[in-house]
């Protein structure tokens, strides 16, 4: 099957740019080919891989997203294995990461906590896209990731593995969490935390609500700040003093969260808007709480 062939299939389900998209991400990822190779190769030529390819093309079909087909993510400019259990890793994401490696580069700079390692956790790490970047790229911080999911912990180590950084992964439930014997002890707490209400849920795209964890996805209609809240309130015990929280946000409560965060106490709280132009991020710092 060329990648002619495979295009013209997906069409049927995609518009034409995605379907040419998708075929073209199967044959680069699955088989190496640039895409002068994908043009020029004939029928014949990938009549070794038919097999392979009908089953892509068949999955494909059934809108199930190429990268859980393929189990592979793009995320800043690294490659993430990825499977059905977890979140699909959002170019968006990375934009998060980049906010804080700038921060945290400038906290190295001006010298504070030098005498401090610079500690990092990630609530929620799914295939542990956040964690893995910040470890790669802040190789001075000491990362922590959590997930409730041991099936996402499980990917999240491969990631790991797959590029040489040391995370350490822990399954914890951050709504179950017992603050009684935690210390001060976290230069920044990062999370992108389930955030979409069920009743947004007919506005979005079929092959997210068929095949990624709807556990990750969404939250009760009456309370979309839950998991905000928890990690705000854990930050207040968790976060030394300077620290900073970090999350990525539906921009539809982006007011609300700063509403919350300032009641908690948190000081220099400010938004950051994604490449789209909405309202995706907000960060926080700790300048007192809990102890």
């Excluded at 990461?97 to 401090?116: F, K, L, T, V």
């Excluded at 911080?141 to 997930?147: C, L, S």
């Excluded at 007919?202 to 990690?231: C, G, K, S």
């Excluded at 207040?236 to 609300?256: C, M, R």
């Amino acid at each position: 099957m060329t990648y002619q062939q495979l295009s013209r299939r997906l069409a049927k389900i995609y518009d034409e740019g995605e379907a040419k998209a998708i075929a073209r991400m199967v044959y680069e990822v699955r088989y190496g080919l640039t895409m002068s190779e994908i043009i020029l190769m004939r029928n014949e030529e990938c009549g070794v891989w038919n097999e392979e390819l009908e089953e892509i093309a068949q999955r494909l079909e059934r809108k199930e997203p190429v990268q859980y087909v393929l189990g592979e993510a793009e995320f800043g400019g690294r490659k993430f294995h990825v499977a059905p259990g977890v979140l699909i890793p959002r170019p968006e994401t990375a934009e998060l990461c980049q906010w804080i490696i700038d921060n945290g580069q400038w906290i190295i700079d001006s010298g504070q906590w030098i005498m401090d390692p610079l500690t990092i956790l990630d609530i929620g790490t799914g295939s542990g896209c956040i964690a893995v970047t910040l470890a790669a790229e802040m190789p001075e911080a000491k990362v922590t990731a959590w997930d409730i999911s041991a099936k996402a912990l499980d990917i999240a180590r491969k990631n790991a593995q797959r590029h040489q950084v040391d995370v350490q992964f822990e399954q914890k439930d951050i709504l179950n969490f017992q603050l009684s014997t935690l210390n001060s002890h976290l230069s920044i707490i990062v999370s992108n935390p389930p955030y979409i209400c069920r009743k947004e849920a007919e506005a979005m795209e079929q092959n997210v609500l068929d095949y990624e964890p709807h556990t990750a996805l969404f939250v009760p209609d009456d309370d979309p700040l839950l998991f905000y809240r928890a990690i705000a309130d854990f930050g207040l015990t968790a976060l030394k003093e300077d620290g900073w929280l970090y999350f990525e946000i539906n921009p539809l409560y982006a007011d609300d969260l700063v509403s919350l965060l300032s009641k908690m106490s948190y000081h220099d709280i400010e938004i950051k808007n994604d490449q789209f132009g909405k309202q995706r991020f907000i960060r926080g710092k700790k300048l007192g709480g809990k102890n």
